[in-house]
C-alpha cells in the first residue's frame, strides 16, 4: 500500500489517496480531481497524449520513489 497526495500527482490539494497499484493509484486520483477540482479534470480531458505520457512517466517515478505502508 503507498500513499499519495493530490498534489504529489499534480493537482492543487493535500487530500492522500492509498493503493496497493500505480493504476488503483491512477484511477482514485482522477476521480478525486472529477469530483473536487473540476477544472483540471477538464483540463486532464484535453491533454495531448505526449501531455499524458509525460505525466504518466512523473507519476511513475513519484509511485517508485514511495514507501510501501
Not at 490539494?13 to 497499484?21: L, R
Amino acid at each position: 500500500m503507498k500513499r499519495i497526495t493530490c498534489r504529489e500527482m499534480g493537482g492543487p490539494c493535500d487530500y492522500i489517496i492509498s493503493t496497493s497499484t500505480p493504476e488503483e493509484m491512477m484511477k482514485k486520483g482522477a476521480d478525486h480531481v472529477g469530483k473536487e477540482h473540476p477544472a483540471i479534470a477538464e483540463q486532464m480531458k484535453n491533454m495531448s497524449y505526449e501531455e499524458n505520457k509525460e505525466w504518466e512517466h512523473s507519476f511513475m517515478k513519484t509511485w517508485r520513489m514511495k514507501p510501501n505502508m
